[in-house]
């Protein structure tokens, strides 16, 4: 099968390429890892034409996009910018799929709700508190317009070799004590497990929405905590706060944390927090 990835140089969508056995296509920016098992093009989403032509020539059965701004608090900013990626470029790709015969399967966060309730099911309504969120959930409708898609939402995920909350916490228990906040709740999850399930997916011919997140509903505190046991800090190093000291630019949700029953009903399964450390320590053994 013929797949491109969009954001190949994410946590995400390099991961998808590294372990895929298929026909590898991905698109870079900037800054990307070159992987034998994949061909490389770049390409801005939101450059409509370029992203009609690119796809014309490359004729994927999959597409799977991962490309987004996902940084929370400079979407929040910089909202021209992230309507045009986020929206915009989904928009491109949707329509150059339809074009071109393709199916997409688009990858979406847990920033579509408002936390109010927590463990939410795919057919939750969604009710996003910040820009990130809106443009996100307006890139699901799009995607969820065409004849054959699928959404994934996911929820903070963490990798071992690109920026993400994980290498943060570590890095910043070398140098001192860190705060985290206790009230913000989430299902984080290890991209590995996303990229293997993404691509289970798309084999089992699936449409629909899923969610598709760690199997642990957790605080951010919490998880910070298991972070740093996992890898030998001292957890009394990670001292509780709440949301509104960290004064952040953006709103977040108080409780995402999502219900994966659904993708679990289809024999996909995700690990609980301690044993996705364990995979992720192994995984970075192996780069030493």
């Not at 953006?250 to 995700?270: C, H, Q, T």
């Amino acid at each position: 099968m013929r797949i491109f990835v969009t954001g190949a140089e994410g946590q995400l969508g390099s991961e998808i390429c590294r372990i895929s056995k298929h026909d590898n296509f991905g698109t870079y920016l900037e800054n990307y890892e070159a992987l034998n098992n994949t061909t490389y093009v770049q390409l801005d989403i939101t450059n409509r034409m370029l992203v009609f032509e690119t796809i014309k020539k490359i004729k994927p059965e999959w597409i799977i996009h991962c490309a987004a701004l996902t940084n929370v608090d400079l979407c929040e900013v910089q909202r021209d910018a992230t309507w045009s990626v986020n929206v915009e470029g989904t928009r491109n790709i949707a329509d150059a799929s339809k074009a071109a015969g393709a199916k997409v399967l688009y990858v979406s966060t847990d920033y579509v709700f408002d936390g109010k309730k927590g463990m939410y099911k795919e057919d939750d309504k969604p009710n996003p508190l910040n820009y990130y969120g809106k443009t996100k959930l307006e890139g699901e409708k799009i995607v969820q317009s065409l004849k054959d898609s699928i959404v994934v939402r996911s929820s903070v995920m963490f990798s071992r070799d690109k920026p993400n909350f994980l290498l943060w916490v570590l890095n910043k228990l070398k140098e001192d004590e860190i705060g985290i906040v206790t009230d913000q709740i989430n299902s984080p999850t290890l991209n590995t497990e996303l990229a293997e399930c993404i691509l289970k997916l798309i084999e089992m011919d699936v449409t629909g929405v899923y969610h598709t997140a760690g199997d642990e509903r957790i605080s951010r505190f919490d998880f910070a905590r298991k972070i740093a046991e996992a890898f030998g800090f001292d957890k009394s190093m990670i001292k509780p706060i709440k949301t509104e000291q960290l004064n952040q630019i953006a709103r977040r949700p108080v409780d995402a944390s999502l219900d994966i029953s659904k993708v679990k009903s289809l024999g996909i399964n995700f690990s609980n927090i301690k044993a996705a450390l364990e995979k992720l320590k192994e995984q970075m053994k192996v780069m030493e």
